[in-house]
């Protein structure tokens, strides 16, 4: 497989670029290194990454619900969108590592809601589905608990105007492995017991957290201006990626992947965590942004 060998121009904030523009590197003080490559992911992660390269990809495609992207048709018919599924995703499994993890973040619609479950079927011939996560947008809780009434209601969602169809206040995060049996660093992403004498009762317990369990609330970040501060019609937040990195273990991580780069917001949370990132976006203005946000957080 060829190896890339990028000829790079240094510029400012430790920031380098090829001479065609099409990779950009970026390198924090810790020495973290993010890969940024403005290339489809298809042929970008056949001709740049290495078989076995990669412990954790997470990463969000395309839904095939006829999002507006800049440059990305999201109208395709659904057989050649899980055609194209299943091109991207013979790709990752070979630059994953055998003891890799692969978290798909995927949703869909209440009027569409097939999507998800058709691309595991198509997933299934290639990695084992270790864990079915639910990212949760928006949660109301009323609960009467030692005499108190407690009431939770946090978090943003779209609303749907409809007689038929309830909010959809959730999407997918399948955690795939190759055979199953990938180890988790399950309290690295733990919270605290509700009954603080589970932690003396249960051996293990013995971070004081328990496992968190597979619903995770992830609120996005409150912005003032849509367009200025989120120019991008489908993001996640950075938090959904450093759980998943976090929960495959920081110390197995050396590098991750998201083929689906859009404003970079793996990267950002592999930044934080100070682990090394490949990134590939095929929107330039999308690629730009992550870019402006990235050297931010650099600088
Ligand atoms: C759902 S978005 C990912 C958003 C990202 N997780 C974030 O938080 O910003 C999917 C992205 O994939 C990009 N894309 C679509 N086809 C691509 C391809 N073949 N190679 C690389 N990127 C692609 C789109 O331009 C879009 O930005």
């Not at 920031?15 to 970008?44: K, P």
């Not at 790709?91 to 798909?104: E, H, M, P, R």
Request: proline residues 6%.
């Amino acid at each position: 497989m060829p190896q890339h060998k990028p000829d790079h121009i240094r510029s400012e904030a430790g920031c380098t670029h090829s001479e065609s523009d099409r990779i950009s590197t970026l390198t924090a003080l810790s020495g973290t290194n993010l890969m940024i490559y403005h290339q489809d992911c298809l042929t970008g992660m056949q001709h740049f990454l290495k078989p076995g390269q990669i412990d954790v990809v997470v990463t969000s495609p395309p839904y095939n619900l006829g999002v507006k992207y800049g440059q990305y048709d999201d109208t395709q018919p659904r057989s050649d969108y899980l055609d194209w599924t299943e091109q991207w995703a013979v790709q990752v499994k070979q630059v994953l590592s055998d003891k890799g993890s692969f978290f798909l973040n995927i949703g869909s619609k209440p009027s569409d809601p097939w999507g998800p479950f058709e691309v595991l079927t198509v997933l299934r011939k290639y990695f084992t589905l270790q864990n079915v996560i639910h990212w949760i947008k928006s949660i109301y809780i009323a609960e009467r608990s030692y005499n108190r009434r407690i009431e939770v209601n946090v978090g943003h969602y779209k609303p749907i105007n409809s007689e038929r169809y309830l909010n959809d206040l959730h999407e997918y995060i399948f955690h795939f492995s190759k055979d199953g049996d990938v180890r988790l660093d399950r309290l690295a992403i733990g919270v605290p017991y509700k009954d603080k004498s589970n932690v003396t009762r249960w051996q293990k317990a013995s971070k004081a957290v328990r496992c968190r369990g597979n619903a995770w609330y992830i609120p996005y970040q409150t912005i003032k201006y849509r367009k200025k501060d989120r120019p991008h019609p489908a993001t996640f937040p950075p938090q959904l990626a450093e759980m998943c990195i976090r929960l495959h273990g920081l110390k197995r991580v050396t590098t991750v992947l998201d083929p689906f780069l859009g404003l970079g917001n793996t990267a950002l949370a592999c930044l934080d965590l100070g682990v090394d990132f490949i990134g590939f976006e095929i929107d330039q203005s999308y690629l730009q942004q992550a870019l402006l946000v990235l050297k931010a957080r650099i600088a």
